[in-house]
């Protein structure tokens, strides 16, 4: 009884902190800061943020909470672009929202094929087999006739949405990208602390175990799969409508290793990691595209892979976690 | 003209052999990848900038410290096996208690710097490196022409496949190597030393890699970019071979090669495609691969 007791405080106490827990201020504080963002910055660039953000939050999905590394995260990316692009240019009346809605379709069903196919290996081979089929749909993209080969769709139309907001103005554009990011970002949340989030980490931590315990994970990890690769094709999706192009680039299996190294340099696992991690690449892109470095980027990103790797591999939010959690146990004491 | 299937012989016989050419460089790579596979459960992304790596200090060498092609299919190996060792000891070792993925990652990210780096240096355009002197021209056979040089990369890397196969499968040292990846404490505690070991396994598998490199820097353009678009093929051979066998690496990759070869005669659309689409394949039918055991 004693221990119900304790358990039933707890609980009360926790559902009472609940509405005011510093993680809640700090979701607070970045939601105003992102609508405030586009007065301060130039929107472009924060749309590009937020896009590889969307695109880094749906492959971290996969690999914090999964544990199952995509190599081949591009495909799902370009896969959202290239729909999205095609439509919007080909039939000019079309609704924005219709053709990312599209996109990410795309993305879905492409998802479905992969996964299954995927899912059947296993840590390293899984990598690479989704490398390979990421390398495939390279292919096709090149030699499908509708994506114009090397040279990708330009001045894709953004058109109104919802026949009242006109995206050709940054700032309606900016608002609406922040909202699909906002609402990704909230469903992402919603599944890693739903109880289906919990059987995922569950496979995370020891497959063989959760499979003893009665959970069909291929169906698990095939749902996580494809939910990863649809959110990655409205990353694409959306990165047309804001630079009005899709392109080879988006296909390429060094944009794989990219979302990989926003991950990991934000943090995997966490949910804020791949945020900052893709803000941080982002951000060095573009500072180091203006100086005399430009040409050394991807040297630079290999070199920034090499030291996360060797000597922080929690990533910063991850380590800022750990050092929150030291210090709080040292309170206790 | 004699034809089949409506494809003059000379054309089908002549793509047949570039597809078993690349079917050699295929087995050679897949090889040097199960070799550090085999004992650091390493994917080695960085094999494809290792190759190139070959190829250029070939050319380089060639430019500027007037090594001929026979010194440096010696010298280049060594040389570039050397660095793939400091890698190990230096990079590699203080990760190898972690998940197999971060050897991924890791050697992706000296992919990267290793491709960035030469691609500002030389340009992304490529060189070419003369076929040496003693190996030009060719044989006219009675269905086909075959260049001299092209025969001799199929002996000389089929010898230099057989050969590793040889060393690991049937001599002291290479049992030493199988039972280190069985139970690497167990052969540590006999008085092997283990770490120097997966050092010289990492050596050899890069070594390997340059030495394609150099047998490859006369036939194909040298650029910086040549590895990383060879090693995704390289990728979906493993997958299709499976990692288990030494033979099967080989094989299979001659084996993908000769399909490529015969796809681009008769669906010349498909033959960049053609072995991701028979990894789906394998993938649906044997999971584990070809040659692989079920982990």
């Not at chain 2, 051979?237 to 299979?252: E, P, R």
């Amino acid at each position: 009884m004693a221990v119900l007791q304790q358990d039933h405080q707890a609980a009360r106490a926790g559902s009472a902190s609940r509405r005011i827990t510093p993680l809640g201020v700090l979701y607070l504080v970045l939601f105003l800061l992102g609508l405030l963002a586009p007065w301060v910055a130039y929107p472009v660039f924060l749309m590009k943020i937020l896009c590889f953000a969307l695109f880094a939050s749906a492959f971290n999905l996969l690999l914090g909470f999964v544990g199952l590394l995509s190599f081949g995260h591009a495909a799902f990316l370009a896969t959202g672009a290239y729909i999205t692009g095609f439509l919007l240019a080909e039939y000019p009346g079309l609704s924005p929202a219709l053709g990312i809605v599209a996109g990410t379709l795309g993305a879905v069903v492409l998802g479905t094929l992969f996964g299954a196919l995927a899912i059947r290996r296993q840590g390293i081979y899984f990598a690479m087999i989704t490398l390979a089929l990421a390398q495939m749909m390279f292919f096709f993209f090149i030699q499908a006739p509708f994506t114009h080969g090397e040279d990708g769709l330009h001045g894709v139309p953004r058109g109104e949405l919802f026949g009242v907001f006109d995206l050709a103005d940054n700032h309606t554009l900016y608002y609406v990208v922040f909202a699909i990011f906002v609402a990704a970002f909230a469903l992402i949340r919603r599944v890693v602390h739903s109880p289906f989030g919990q059987v995922l980490k569950a496979i995370r931590e020891n497959e063989p175990r959760a499979i003893s315990l009665g959970y069909h994970t291929d169906a698990y990890k095939l749902v996580a799969f494809v939910l990863s690769a649809g959110l990655a094709g409205l990353a694409g999706a959306t990165k047309t409508l804001v630079f009005q192009l899709a392109s080879l680039g988006d296909a390429s299996w060094h944009m794989s290793g990219e979302v990989i190294l926003m991950t990991l340099l934000g943090g995997v696992g966490t949910l804020l990691g791949p945020l900052v991690g893709s803000g941080l690449v982002i951000g060095l892109q573009h500072q180091l595209a203006q100086s005399a470095l430009g040409d050394w980027v991807s040297v630079i990103l290999g070199a920034i892979f090499v030291v996360c790797v060797l000597s922080f591999r929690s990533g910063i939010i991850g380590e800022c976690q750990r050092w929150i959690a030291r210090r709080q146990q040292r309170e206790e004491k | 003209m004699t034809m089949i299937l409506g494809i003059p012989l000379m054309v089908l016989f002549g793509q047949l052999m570039l597809g078993l050419i690349n079917g050699a460089f295929y087995a050679l790579l897949s090889l040097g990848l199960a070799v550090i596979f085999g004992l650091l459960r390493i994917i080695n992304f960085a094999h494809g900038a290792q190759y190139m790596l070959g190829a250029f200090a070939a050319l380089l060498g060639a430019q500027y410290l007037g090594l001929n092609y026979w010194a440096a299919l010696i010298v280049v190996p060594l040389v570039v096996g050397a660095l793939g060792i400091v890698v190990e000891r230096f990079l590699l070792r203080r990760i190898q208690h972690l998940d197999h993925l971060y050897g991924l990652l890791l050697t992706f990210g000296l992919a990267l710097i290793l491709e960035g780096t030469l691609v500002n240096l030389f340009g992304v355009s490529g060189s070419s490196y003369p076929i040496p002197e003693a190996l030009s021209g060719g044989f006219k056979l009675s269905f086909m022409f075959l260049p001299t040089y092209r025969a001799w990369v199929l002996v000389a890397a089929l010898v230099v496949c057989f050969g590793v196969w040889f060393l690991i499968e049937r001599t002291r040292l290479g049992a030493y190597l199988r039972a280190g990846t069985e139970n690497p404490e167990l052969v540590q505690a006999f008085g092997i030393n283990v770490p120097l070991m997966v050092s010289l396994t990492y050596g050899l598998g890069v070594a390997l890699a340059a030495f394609a490199g150099v047998l490859a820097a006369p036939l194909y353009p040298v650029s910086p970019t040549m590895g990383s678009s060879l090693l995704i093929v390289v990728f979906a051979v493993v997958v299709i071979g499976g990692m288990g066998s030494i033979l099967g690496a080989i094989l299979t990759g001659l084996a993908m090669g000769l399909i490529e070869g015969l796809t681009k005669v008769f669906y010349p659309e498909a033959a960049n495609t053609v072995i991701f689409v028979v990894m789906v394949m394998v993938l649906m039918l044997r999971p584990a691969g070809l040659f692989g055991k079920e982990a």
